[in-house]
């Protein structure tokens, strides 16, 4: 005699398998781990894949993104790497190639140096207005009256008295 299948038993087997399913996904999906000799290399490669940005994706570093330019990015990386070339080297290699969008912590050029700037200057701009409205009122507090606002005030005092 054979059991049916309760609507949980089926529930839990569906969930089970799309479960499975999305662990294979993301299986096939991995990023490969590029593996050197030298511990230092392997530490440069993986800072120079953190600090590059994909130009096919929405703000990921090539090291994090599975599309096929930033794998090639990766490649030419690791590549460029073994050659022996220096760090600046290969941010200038892929610079060429991408343009200044593929560095996430762009260089202080000519171009950039409003991006660089703007922040200090609006900290400055801000600490003078901030200096400017606390002098403005503690000059505005100490003043004493004129003659016309004395006699202004005391008008009024007098006509709240008389009614």
């Avoid at 049916?4 to 089970?16: D, F, I």
């Avoid at 800072?47 to 130009?55: A, E, G, N, Q, V």
């Avoid at 507090?141 to 003659?147: C, F, I």
């Amino acid at each position: 005699m054979a059991k049916r299948m309760t609507p949980l038993h089926r529930l839990l087997t569906a969930s089970l398998l799309a479960m499975l399913l999305f662990a294979a996904g993301l299986a096939m999906a991995a990023i490969e781990v590029r593996q050197f000799n030298d511990p230092v290399m392997t530490q440069r490669y993986e800072s120079l894949t953190d600090s590059l940005r994909c130009p096919k994706c929405a703000n990921q570093a090539i090291g994090d993104s599975n599309s096929p330019i930033a794998e090639d990015m990766r490649e030419r990386v690791a590549q460029l790497l073994s050659e022996g070339r220096s760090d600046r080297e290969i941010q200038d290699y892929m610079i060429d190639r991408f343009g200044e969008y593929v560095l996430y912590n762009p260089r202080l050029t000519d171009r950039t140096w409003v991006l660089w700037g703007l922040p200090a200057a609006l900290v400055v701009m801000g600490g003078i207005v901030i200096a400017l409205i606390v002098r403005a009122r503690r000059s505005a507090s100490n003043r004493a009256l004129s003659r016309e606002e004395r006699e202004r005030l005391d008008a009024l005092i007098n006509r709240e008295r008389t009614q």
